[in-house]
Every structure is written in C-alpha cells, then in structure tokens.
C-alpha cells in the first residue's frame, strides 16, 4: 500500500529527520564522550568529536584508576559467566519444555500453559524476599550458582513459550513419518525437531541473553561483591561515587557493547524471538 | 499334527507376550518422555511457585529483622503500608506510568508503523527498524545513565545544546518534582517505541488485512479512513499483546527510577517497585516488603487476564 502523494513524502522526510536525531543523540553523546580527555568534557562541547580519541579510557574503565573507583573486568566476567549458562540451560530446558506444550493437548497441559503464561510476567519484586533467602541459606550466594539459578528459574516460562511457538510451526507430517519408522518422541525430538529448530534456537538464545545480561533489579538484590554483575557496577558509577562523565560513558560502552553488537549483526533473529514472545509466531 | 498346534499355541503366546510387551514398552515410552519433557519444567516452575507462596506467607508474617520470624500477622503489615504516604504517591506515580506509558507509545507506534506501510522510499523500513529497536538490546542502566547526564540541569546535553542554539532554558527536567516522573517515562517510550512498532507491523502484515487494504484503496477511501476504519479494527490482537506487554512493563518499572532519580526529588518519583527494596531491604521490614511485591503481583495478574486468555485460545486452537 504504498503512496505516492507528495505530502505523504515531506511527512515520512520530516519524521524521519527527527527519529534519526532523537534515537542517534543518545548513543552519540555516549560514544563520542566516552573517547574524549575530561577538560574536553568541561568544555561541555558534547556533540563535538573528540580532538584525540583516548582509547585508554576504555582500558581505565576496564581496570579502575583513582578516578574511576569500579573496574568493571571483573564484573564483565561474571555477567559473561551467569549470562552464558543461563542461556545455555534455559535454551535447552525451553526446547524440551516447550515440545511438551506445543505436542499435547491434554487439560493437565492447558493447566501448565496457564501457570506458564502467568509466570512470563511475574513481577521479581514478588519472589525476590524468598530467592534471598533460598541464596543465602543454601551458601550459593557467594558464588555466581545462586544468581544462575534464580534466572533460569525466572526465563524457563520465557524460554519454554518461545520455543513452543516455534514449534507449533513445524508441519506434524514430519514427526508422523519418524514415527512410522519406529522413532520414539525423544528421538524425534533430538534427531527431527532440535536439528531443524537451530535457528529457533538461536532466536530463543539471543532473547534469553540480553534479557538476562541487562536484568538489574535481581543482581542488585542478589550479587555480592564477588559476583557482581556489569549492570550493578555501572549503576554504582551513577550512584555514590561520582565518575568523570567520560571514564563514565566508557564503561556504559563496555557494558552494552555485547548485546548491542549481537543486535546490530544478528537482529533478524532478535526481531523473530520479539515476536514470538509477543505470541505473533 | 502336534508339532503343528504346538507351534500354532506358541505363536498365540508369543503373541499375547509381544502385545503385553508392546503395552509395557509403551508405558516406559511415556514415563521416560514425562521425565524428559514435562519434569524439568514443572520442577522449575513449582519453584517458581513455591516462592511466591512463600512470598504471600512472608507478607502475612512479622518478619522486621535480618531474623526471618514467621509468626502469622494476618493484614498487619498490608494495613501499615495503607497508612503510608509513601505508598500512595507510588500508587499515584504507578498511574501515571500506566497511563503515560502506554497510550503515547501505542499511538505513536500504530502512526510508524502505518509511515512505514505507506513511505515509498526503498530501505526505510531496515533502517527505521535498526534506528529505533537498537535500545531494546540496552539495558535500562546504561540508558539511564545517559539519560540522567542528558537531563542535568546545568551541565546536561539537552540544556547546553539548547544554549548553543541561543535559548536559555527554563526545564529543570527530573530535578522537578512535580514533573520528574513524566520525564522518566519520556524514557521508557524512547526505550520501548521500536519494540512496539515490530508488534504493530506483524500485525499489519497478514494477508487478510492487505486485501481489505487493497479493496478500500480501489473503492477510494482516503488514507487516515482506511486506517481507522479497516486497519484499526482488525489488529485488536496485535494491540491487545502490545497494551498488555506495556502494561506490565510499566506496572513493574524498577531500572529507570532508581538509576536516574532514585525515587527522588523526594520520593516524588517513588513507585511500588522502589518502595519494594527500600523497605525489605533498607528499612528490613521484610514483611512489608513482601506485602508491596503480593499487591504489585496482584495487579500483574489482573492485567495478564485477557491477554492469557487470548494466548490460550490461541495456543491450543
């Protein structure tokens, strides 16, 4: 339904013009800033480029100086440790959980879909008091196992539903035929489903990853100072300890750095695991 | 003549074992997928459950130190929040987000989305795509980070690029407390407006839709009829998972206040969720604490209502 009318034209120019200035602005100023000396930054000449990129603040911001109290090496490795086998575990728990509710049609599934549905969207606040207390008391609150734990808890709906959708899209032909030939349900679901589902996988993986790399309420609740993660770290270079804006925006760098460049280069299965989430398939 | 029935009765009990062996094989089949395929979710999700049970228990309780103490209160602790201020400039602020939140982002995305539909200009769609979804692969930290420098009275970028053009201004933007809030939500629907807009696309994109689109064009509605009068009408499950996921994301908001204003100036942007860490977890009225996570539970449940009805019927069509 494309148009053709000129004011149609000017309108989308005109939009654009602003989206593109809105949308930029921010990740501008904090690239821009994030290579910048701080007297350049008291200039406040913020949407200048800088004279001479200091691409040391990055590695100020990664090992701390006396100007940056919160190295974020370390809290970088433990967001990259919880993050990378949550996924890992709620990706394949998802895909068998999800197998069982996108194959069966039973009253005790539509009984688990619902609890699953609800708990998609249920708020942290609700269970964080008990997570605590779970950490703490079983000791796994000093290693990253306990915040591991209690996010693959929290995502497996998440992961469960988005892989069901994907599922519920495979033509069932597929699976009859395996079955004619004697294949069982685990070994058409291992040897049929999985192999041709990679790409749902994926989706399911990417959602999984930045949702839980920048989950921030349940690691400033749970992490300790072992186990901090990225998002409880920058959000203490905001917080007590006041940080030179441009040490500061180098670590805002280093901490989107991961799930934005898997946005930008693998966005198409990040737009599809959106949409199955939102149950569009 | 013997051997003959001999073999014929084996070949019955042979075939009355492989029936009863088939029946048992199929038994194991299922016990073995149940294990495979239904226990790992169900053991995570009676978790899941088991604490939100406990949860409501700890909210019934008098649990007021590092001590957990599980004497049973009844409503003491839900009347305590009720006789807070605090807790009713949250309920306040929480509909202000519900509100602010969600009607502005639906409207915008649905007029995007439509742009995009109509912009005859080749490779807008990727490029609008990329430019407004990228803040979904952010964290609410980060961008409230630099949301939070950008809003600085003084030395922030909005105020001193405002200077640069020659206009001295006047916002005080989330160092006012009467307005503090609607900047912060400014932020969300930065945050959320490319995320909407992919929902309300998929929903224009099927191909009923289309040909109704094409029959209004050939019958020559104007463009702003056709979408109130066609399109409009049938995305209603598109805006239902759209409003819903807003609504809940909204009702939950935690990140963006507490790294920008950290419920200040005040608590003037204090919301449930804020008010939620502060009591169990400064004040350690852990009771209380639990108390404010059960109502804002609550509302999550009777806003999911129609949405998990609608993915159910989907679901199992």
């Not at chain 1, 109290?69 to 990259?80: G, V």
């Not at chain 1, 989950?215 to 905001?238: D, G, R």
């Not at chain 2, 309300?200 to 209004?216: D, G, K, N, Y």
Request: aromatic letters at 12%; charged letters at 10%; glycine letters at 6%.
């Amino acid at each position: 339904m494309k148009s053709k009318s000129p004011t149609i034209k000017i309108i989308v120019l005109l939009v654009l013009l602003m989206l593109t200035f809105v949308y930029i602005l921010p990740i501008y100023v904090m690239i821009m800033n994030s290579l910048k000396t701080l007297p350049e930054i008291q200039q406040r000449t913020y949407l200048a480029f800088p004279k001479q990129p200091q691409f040391q603040n990055y590695a100020t911001a990664l090992f701390g100086s006396k100007d940056f109290l919160i190295p974020m090496r370390r809290p970088i490795i433990n967001s990259t440790i919880i993050t990378v086998t949550v996924t890992i575990l709620a990706a394949f728990f998802g895909g068998l959980g999800g197998y069982y509710l996108s194959r069966t049609r039973t009253a005790f599934a539509r009984v688990i879909f619902v609890l699953v549905g609800i708990a998609l969207y249920l708020p942290y606040q609700t269970v964080i008091i008990p997570l605590t207390t779970i950490t703490a008391r079983s000791g796994l609150a000093n290693s990253h196992l306990g915040l591991i734990l209690s996010y693959l808890i929290i995502n497996l709906p998440l992961s469960s539903v988005l892989m069901g959708t994907f599922f519920l899209g495979i033509p069932r032909e597929l699976e009859e035929a395996a079955e004619v030939d004697g294949a069982n349900k685990i070994q058409i679901f291992f040897r049929v489903i999985s192999p041709i589902s990679m790409p749902a996988y994926a989706s399911v993986a990417i959602i999984i990853f930045t949702q839980v790399w920048n989950e921030f309420f349940i690691s400033l609740t749970l992490s300790t100072p072992k186990t901090q993660t990225a998002q409880v770290a920058m959000a203490m270079t905001q917080g007590s300890t006041i940080s030179p804006y441009n040490l500061q925006m180098a670590a805002a760098l280093l901490t989107v750095a991961v799930p934005l460049l898997i946005f930008l280069f693998l966005g198409r299965y990040f737009i599809r695991g959106i949409l199955a989430g939102a149950l569009k398939g | 003549m013997i051997d003959d029935c001999k073999s014929l009765h084996i070949k019955e009990v042979n075939e009355v074992i492989s029936l009863r062996a088939q029946k048992r094989r199929r038994i194991r089949a299922s016990i073995v997928e149940f294990l495979v395929f239904t226990l790992p979710l169900l053991v995570f999700l009676s978790i899941l459950y088991g604490t939100l049970v406990w949860n409501v228990y700890v909210s019934m309780a008098d649990w007021v130190s590092t001590a957990a103490d599980y004497t049973f209160t009844g409503l003491k602790w839900y009347n305590y929040l009720f006789s807070q201020g605090r807790f009713w400039v949250d309920v306040q602020n929480n509909l202000k987000w519900l509100i602010l939140g969600v009607v502005p982002t639906t409207i915008l995305a649905i007029f995007l989305a439509y742009m995009l539909e109509l912009a005859p200009f080749p490779g807008v769609e990727s490029y609008v795509r990329t430019l407004i979804l990228y803040p979904v692969a952010m964290s609410f930290v980060v961008t409230g980070t630099i949301w939070s420098w950008m809003y600085q009275p003084e030395r922030g970028v909005f105020n001193t690029i405002l200077g640069s053009l020659g206009i001295d201004s006047p916002l005080t933007y989330t160092n006012n407390p009467s307005t503090a809030t609607y900047w912060l939500i400014v932020i969300f629907i930065w945050q959320y407006l490319g995320f909407s807009v992919i929902i309300i696309q998929s929903s224009f994109r099927t191909s009923e839709l289309q040909e109704m689109v094409e029959a209004a064009i050939v019958d020559g509605a104007s463009r702003l009829r056709i979408l109130f009068s066609v399109i409009l009408p049938n995305i209603r499950a598109g805006l239902l998972v759209l409003v819903s996921l807003l609504l809940i994301n909204t009702l939950k908001v935690f990140d963006i206040v507490w790294i920008v204003t950290r419920s200040g100036p005040g608590i003037a942007t204090d919301v449930l969720a804020t008010n939620m860490i502060v009591t169990a977890y400064d004040q350690r009225l852990a009771s209380a604490g639990a108390a404010i996570g059960v109502i804002i539970f609550l509302l999550a449940f009777i806003l999911v209502i129609p949405y998990t009805i609608y993915a159910l019927r989907k679901w199992f069509e």
